[in-house]
């Protein structure tokens, strides 16, 4: 079985495969807007064409009708015998006269260039004009030309520019995520570097701190001979470092989290038991908040996974819970298992998150602005570690009424 990928990892494929989409949409649309203007400009032309012929067959029969009025009829037959244009005189009245179609044409008169589409036969492109001799009406001439010469190429067209347009597509879709992925290599590079130096920090700085700690409590364990301010100033020595200590541990346990590593060796779990040890091990916190913690559990509810790993997870969950609840509030803890997944939730009655700040409580160091004592790193490695175990971490609220985190862990096997 293949390590899990992490939440970096994840994130830089779906930033390439965002990039590669935008590449292969902007190409998109780009080659939708030139096949549309050049089939655009393809049919114009074939119906510019079409006019172009039936117009000067009309120019040429005119002046043959002013010439010789009386063999009108012979000279119109004779010109509509040449491609495929037909001929059709019409009387001052717009009574048929002649045509040079097997059948009359149901289709009224319409002076100028235009389309028709027949229930039966073919379509027919047509040109109308009137005869005029001395402001005299001597009737309509109109000439039609087989409109397949304009759809035909014009559907062999769009079948090309389809199969082209899919061909240079996947072209463009196989070079969109080359270029996405040499676009990524950079940023990846960039935050690799970043998380080891991360990792690296919190690692080397791990031992100077706990040093400096264990010194500033061993001073204060036998405060013989200190004075006060030097006893205020051990104190605040030892607050901070104790603070810098958990802020190292925190970025270290990201790093690690981001990094495609295995996961620590997981073990079954019963998530009641230790959810009632946390209970217990929180309960002079709540007591000293004047809250009332309690907690619920169905039996069984086993999974697999990191005892520690989950231990801090519901811990920073009970954490915040408490932190966040006002003096005569209530936090309850409830443990079930609905044969899918085992759930755990934390549900308090305290000041509630804002609507605008929900969609950030798992973003690293964010707080609100009043909240300068704490890191803002305890739900995004909340949030880790619940992801490293394949299960969901969702976080409701409501301003002024409470907050509730629930968590859903697969059941083993």
């Not at 901070?240 to 620590?264: F, G, K, Q, W």
């Not at 409580?361 to 490695?381: H, V």
Request: one cysteine or more; charged letters at 20%.
């Amino acid at each position: 079985m293949l390590p899990p990928i992490g939440r970096a990892e994840s994130a830089f494929r779906a930033a390439r495969l965002r990039l590669a989409l935008w590449y292969g949409l902007i190409t998109a649309l780009l080659l939708v807007l030139f096949a549309t203007g050049f089939y655009a400009y393809v049919r114009l032309t074939l119906v510019e064409r079409i006019d172009d012929t039936i117009a000067h067959v009309a120019e040429v029969l005119e002046r043959s009708i002013r010439n010789d009025r009386q063999g009108w009829p012979r000279g119109l037959s004779a010109t509509g015998e040449d491609d495929r244009i037909e001929v059709e005189w019409f009387a001052a009245d717009g009574r048929p006269v002649f045509s040079t179609l097997p059948a009359p044409s149901p289709v009224p008169l319409h002076l100028g260039y235009f389309t028709v589409h027949p229930d039966h036969g073919e379509p027919l492109r047509q040109f109308t004009q009137s005869i005029k001799i001395d402001q005299e009406i001597l009737g309509y001439l109109r000439v039609s030309h087989p409109w397949f010469e304009v759809t035909k190429p014009a559907a062999e067209l769009v079948v090309d520019l389809g199969l082209g347009s899919v061909a240079v597509l996947t072209v463009v879709a196989l070079c969109s995520w080359g270029l996405a992925t040499l676009a990524i290599a950079p940023m990846r590079e960039s935050y690799e570097r970043l998380q080891q130096f991360a990792a690296d920090a919190s690692h080397e700085l791990r031992n100077p701190m706990a040093i400096l700690q264990t010194n500033a409590q061993a001073a204060l364990f036998a405060p013989e001979g200190l004075s006060p301010p030097q006893q205020q100033h051990l104190e605040a020595i030892e607050r901070i470092s104790r603070r810098l200590s958990r802020t190292l541990d925190d970025l270290l346990l990201l790093a690690r989290a981001d990094s495609p590593m295995p996961p620590p060796s997981r073990q079954p779990c019963d998530l009641a038991a230790l959810v009632q040890t946390l209970v217990q091990e929180y309960e002079p916190a709540a007591q000293a908040k004047s809250l009332d913690l309690s907690m619920t559990a169905e039996e069984p509810c086993l999974v697999m996974g990191d005892r520690d790993g989950l231990a801090r997870l519901f811990g920073n969950l009970l954490s915040n819970a408490i932190s966040y609840t006002p003096p005569g509030g209530h936090v309850h803890l409830a443990v079930s298992n609905d044969g899918a997944a085992v759930q755990v939730t934390v549900s308090d009655t305290g000041v509630g998150i804002a609507p605008g700040d929900l969609p950030h409580i798992f973003d690293r160091f964010w707080r609100k602005s009043e909240d300068q004592q704490r890191t803002g790193l305890g739900l995004a490695i909340a949030l880790a570690i619940a992801e490293n175990h394949g299960g969901h971490l969702k976080i409701t609220s409501k301003l002024g009424e409470g907050t509730q985190a629930t968590l859903r862990l697969p059941l083993p096997g």
